[in-house]
């Protein structure tokens, strides 16, 4: 992979999509003329800041639940936590991090701060949606997660269904790009040397096209407050690195992409968290009986990043394959870092038709689109 070669590589592939907690699994929304609305269990009180903390607790403690994760995700995550602990409702989440890191806080702490049975739901789905986030779960995750759900007490059929959304997902992810593409020995010992590709102006607006369509779509994702809508951008990034690898003729599997991506400078694990805990904070999550994508969206618009994300990480992808696959990694994390600002001013532009296509989302139809259906 040019200068990324040296790169950790591993198994990549994402899932652990679901819908929210106590939420009819049914696929089609029903739509009216305030947006799509989801059933939601009834709450005995509105979620409180301890509570939030508990769940996040459980977030971060499942993220490093393999004890693997690699030092820029550990980081990536560290500054995630300062970041969010600036805004409102989020004091103390530094603080929260560190304790998590260092051993300060226990599974059992953070599970005695839920009581609501819908907010232990999400707080095992977020879990394993984390846990999902970077490849299959390794047997330290399974064994975190079923320690995490007997401590939790759940309704046996509601994590049944969640659980086999989540294969699913699984299944679906793996098909978002080939596991593994076999390596062709050449027949010179001579070291081939990447060239960049003639400039296309067809093929490079094509790119264009298909870099916002995939922001659109996961800015759509965004939108949504089921866990399963987060847990899919990442698949779907992946497939749209896969798409333009592919258009500018480099055949690429899962683990190359995983690579390129972190090289990027976009973590798996954390930009879930992300996605996860501004939606927590914000009150997007947990108990929002007949919240609808217009009132989402308007709470959304100041927080939204996953199209930014999509969209700066696909023009990235665009001139490293297009321009021979030279980029060092610190010159494809400076270009995706210049990227973001404009990317996200492109998504205010945009945010009418990402909340119109919200509207017509459905797990099935999402599903497809990771396939590459």
């Known amino acids: 992979m040019g200068r990324l070669s040296g790169l950790r590589r591993g198994r990549c592939v994402t899932g652990g999509i679901t819908t929210g907690p106590g939420q009819r699994r049914n696929l089609k929304h029903a739509t009216g003329s305030t947006g799509v609305t989801w059933s939601q269990p009834h709450s005995k009180h509105p979620m409180q800041a301890n509570e939030q903390q508990s769940i996040l607790t459980i977030a971060l403690l499942a993220a490093f639940a393999d004890g693997h994760k690699a030092d820029t995700e550990r980081e990536a995550i560290r500054r ?21 890191l260092l051993k300060r806080v226990s599974l059992a702490d953070a599970v005695a701060g839920l009581t609501d049975a819908g907010q232990r739901q999400l707080a095992y789905e977020m879990a394993v949606c984390v846990c999902d986030a970077d490849g299959r779960q390794s047997p330290a995750e399974t ?25 699913a997902v699984l299944d679906a992810a793996d098909q978002a790009a080939p ?6 020995v050449a027949a010179s010992a001579a070291r081939t040397v990447p060239q960049a590709a003639p400039l296309d102006a067809a093929l490079d607006a094509q790119l264009d096209k298909t870099i916002l369509n995939a922001a659109m779509l996961n800015g759509a994702l965004e939108l949504l407050p089921q866990s399963w809508a987060s847990m899919a951008i990442i698949p779907l990034q992946v497939r749209l690195v896969y798409n333009i690898g592919k258009a500018h003729g480099v055949e690429l599997d899962q683990g190359h992409i995983r690579e390129f991506i972190a090289a990027a400078g976009v973590g798996a694990t954390s930009q879930y968290i992300e996605q996860f805990g501004r939606k927590l904070l914000g009150g ?27 969209y700066a990480l696909g023009q990235v992808a665009k001139r490293y394959y297009a321009g ?22 492109l998504q205010a532009q945009y945010l009418p038709q990402i909340q119109a296509q919200a509207q017509s989302l459905d797990m099935g139809k999402v599903l497809a689109m990771v396939r590459g259906g």
């Open 324 to 345: 021979g696959r030279v980029m060092s990694t610190a010159l494809l994390q400076e270009t995706f870092q210049n990227l973001l600002t404009p990317a996200k001013q």
């Open 143 to 167: 064994t975190f997660l079923t320690d995490l759900k007997a401590r939790l007490q759940l309704d046996a059929a509601e994590v049944s269904a969640f659980e086999r959304e989540e294969t």
């Open 179 to 184: 596991l593994a593409v076999p390596v062709v």
């Open 80 to 100: 995630l936590a300062e970041t969010l602990g600036h805004e409102s409702g989020g004091a103390g989440l530094a603080q929260l991090y560190q304790d998590v």
């Open 284 to 310: 997007l999550l947990g108990k929002m009986a007949g919240r609808t994508v217009g009132g989402l969206g308007r709470a959304a618009t100041g927080v939204a990043f996953s199209f930014a994300t999509t």
